[in-house]
């Protein structure tokens, strides 16, 4: 993928750690999937797919363990 | 999603520390399908499916991971 | 749930804190199934279940991990 | 589970470790399922079937990295 | 494996980081199925199912926790 | 398993360090399925199939972590 597309695990506060985690899930895909016709095609499938959300909802948590300990846990 | 729906990872006690990564949880559910009629439709298969129930609490498991450290464990 | 059900990650020693990660298992599944009815119905299927044992297993070791950090191992 | 079945993280060695992670795994399905009965049953089921054998390692490989902190990973 | 594929964890930032860790995600593949023409097939159809890719996904959330530790989460 | 099969976490690189993971993935499966004649006809089967490429590249992610950590992430 060209382009800066990670500049900084540093966030202002969990919710938008929140949201890089998301992201940073996403991005996983991609690597792994670059065709976004393909991708968009398997989204209606797996976003109606309760095992498959639990299964996302598992990588965010694992990115947000990352992107919380980078930023110290927002304790500073 | 609009508004400021985790402003912080402190929590008073373990027990609301918990509760807290279970919202965690929901949360990376919902930023990955926005949808709360189809999350309604879809709760209704998941939460009788063992096999799902597990891996929900799998995904609250590694939240409760990042939740307890940044609160050090309660320890202080 | 109401109650005062995690009143702390602190245990005597390993056994207790695996315990503990068990008891934290079941309140996973507890936070997302809180009919007792159907989680005792679905207990039946998935204790017969190898795959959903080994699963179950997987978040008591995802938990024994917090809890055991916790206790800084029970090495003081 | 009656007994004292888990005295201690410590061990002597890496390999001690591991095979004391192997242990966590199982009791992890033990307090699940305490019935012997139906565990030897499941096993001739799940020690033919690779998923459920990969699955088990994974398990292990979780407590191996909370008996390998335990143990200051073997440096001292 | 021959030759040297795997120098360092150190990267110049967390995008190359990002990179390393799905290029660690695709070594483990490789170590466990050497051959390059079973992989390209399977490829076709693995990265064509979305639950798969979440699984590919959730292998480089795995790798970017180490990588991002190896770091110091590029804070220095 | 008799033997001196994990004498030490400690590897001179990052690569010997990948290699002991996998290793290490391999010592789960080979402690749950001791018996070498199942395992090879299994192997047939799981090294075809993607999902579980994707489960196996996951466990050797974990124990990369740990041995990861146990050699200080390579910085001396």
Chains 1, 2, 3, 4, 5, 6 share one sequence.
Do not use: C
Request: net charge neutral.
């Amino acid at each position: 993928m060209a382009g800066n597309w990670l500049p900084s695990l540093k966030t202002a506060n969990p919710q938008e750690g929140f949201e890089l985690a998301a992201k940073l899930a996403r991005l996983g895909v991609k690597l792994t999937q670059p065709s976004e016709e393909i991708r968009d095609k398997l989204r209606t499938a797996y976003d109606h797919d309760s095992a498959q959300l639990i299964a996302s909802s598992q990588v965010i948590a694992l990115h947000f363990q990352t992107v919380a300990a980078a930023n110290n846990y927002w304790r500073d």
